[in-house]
């Protein structure tokens, strides 16, 4: 879907500057710089935004589709499966606040719900503290 509006010069400029796009860019860029000044070559990777990383990861089980679009999967991203739990946040925020917002609780929520969906569809047992927070049973 993106590759093919890319290819279109008049939705060019419309992608470039959706902040997901920007993001992509910005990290292509820094693969590219490192491996010029490392005199290596660039490797080959994807790089998705998290719900189309879910959306993919999802979509490849044998379960079939789970997850009909991104869209969906930025729903189940932002559902706050793992709101409040303990030992989310960092240490800091833990022991001085009452937010959930530090960036480390936001990427560990993120990464609990990738997995929390996905283990699931791959028949994975769950692990609390690896899978889960620890406090989720």
């Known amino acids: 879907e993106l590759q093919d509006s890319l290819e279109k010069e008049e939705d060019f400029t419309k992608i470039k500057q959706c ?8 990290c292509e860029g820094v693969l590219r710089t490192i491996a010029q000044r490392s005199n290596l070559s660039q490797p080959t990777i994807s790089i998705l935004s998290l719900p189309e990383l879910l959306y993919r990861l999802a979509n490849k089980s044998q379960e079939g589709i789970t997850l009909p679009s991104t869209n969906m999967s930025e729903v189940e991203l932002e559902r706050e499966r793992f709101l409040y739990q303990a030992g989310v946040s960092c240490s800091w925020h833990e022991a001085m606040t009452d937010t959930d917002t530090c960036s480390s609780a936001m990427v560990s929520k993120w990464s609990y719900t990738v997995l929390d969906l996905c283990c699931q569809l791959y028949k994975i047992p769950l692990v609390a503290g690896k899978h889960v927070p620890a406090s989720v049973e």
Do not use: E, N, S
Not at 19 to 26: C, E, M, N
């Open 19 to 26: 902040p997901d796009v920007k993001k992509i860019v910005q």
